[in-house]
């Protein structure tokens, strides 16, 4: 146990100091900032803003002499935030994901992997922690931010609402880059793994949509492998464990699933 744990550890020290120094990687957090900090002042500021709704709905209200029921603010600005966040890392983390394996294989490195004594448990989880810590540095300027912005509110809100919307960004991407880094396993063109993953995911996050024309007992069944259902059950402050359960096991499938693709080349190879 203590050797398997060793060589999560060495993998993911290696697969993290290649992103810091990698300046594709530089190149999607530069993007990534500019598009969330983009949707934090439109969201919150802008002309279809919510404190410029809320002010004008509260000024028609004093003007028609009509009492306005109180608007969250605080909560609806932190869900509306991540929701689109949400759809961000639909394009931002199958680039992330493309070369987990896919440039292994194309500098011929992967061969070597798949023949050490390494296990390809270790390797897929040592990569895949890798990349999602990652991430994790990615959104956590964007959480200072929401947090100065809702510290001005009063009453004060709830952190729980936050930090759970945050934990089902991070369980999204979780899964997204865990399927991705199967697809990854499959190729040696990175840009065809972006693109597959882009699709795959696509279809997880609006399977939803395809139970519900189908409907039935099969299209309630097939609605909870909805990505996008459970997430916004996240973002909306609601602790469900189906949904941690869903993000888990989707988490679980990539990891397994990348180790059964690497088995295979090793088969190959002996």
């Known amino acids: 146990m203590g050797i398997v744990l060793s060589n999560i550890i060495a993998i993911y020290r290696r697969e993290l100091q290649s992103y810091f120094i990698s300046p594709l990687a530089y190149a999607i957090a530069s993007i990534f900032w500019f598009i969330g900090g983009l949707f ?3 969201i919150l500021l802008g002309p279809d803003g ?9 000024s028609q209200g004093q003007q028609l002499g009509i009492p306005i029921p109180p ?11 991540l929701d689109r966040m949400g759809w961000l890392l639909l394009f931002i983390l199958p680039i992330l994901s493309m070369g987990l394996y896919a440039e292994e294989r194309k500098r011929g490195t992967l061969e070597l ?5 390494v296990t390809n448990w270790a390797v897929a989880i040592g990569k895949l922690l890798g990349v999602l810590t990652f991430f994790t540095t990615l959104i956590v300027p964007l959480f200072g931010f929401q947090a100065i912005a809702i510290s001005a509110s009063n009453p004060p809100m709830s952190p729980t609402i936050p930090l759970l919307g945050h934990l089902g960004l991070i369980l999204l991407a979780a899964a997204i880059l865990s399927l991705g880094m199967f697809v990854s396993s499959l190729t040696d063109s990175t840009i065809l793994s972006a693109v597959l993953t882009f699709a795959l995911v ?20 097939l609605g909870h492998f909805s990505l996008l259902k459970h997430y916004n059950t996240l973002i909306q402050g609601i602790f469900d464990t189906s949904a941690l359960i869903l993000f888990t096991s989707y988490i679980f499938l990539g990891i397994f699933l990348t180790a059964q693709s690497i088995d295979a080349l090793r088969f190959q190879r002996r």
């Not at 919510?50 to 509260?58: C, K």
């Not at 997880?204 to 039935?216: E, M, Q, R, T």
Request: glycine fraction near 6%; charge should be negative; hydrophobic fraction near 60%.
């Open 113 to 117: 992997l798949a023949t050490s004594p």
């Open 50 to 58: 919510i404190l410029l709704a809320v002010a004008q709905l509260d």
């Open 40 to 42: 934090f002042v439109t």
């Open 202 to 221: 696509l279809l997880l996050l609006f399977v939803d949509v395809i139970a519900k024309s189908i409907g039935g007992p099969v299209g309630e069944i």
């Open 71 to 81: 608007i969250d603010v605080p909560y609806e600005f932190v869900r509306a935030f």
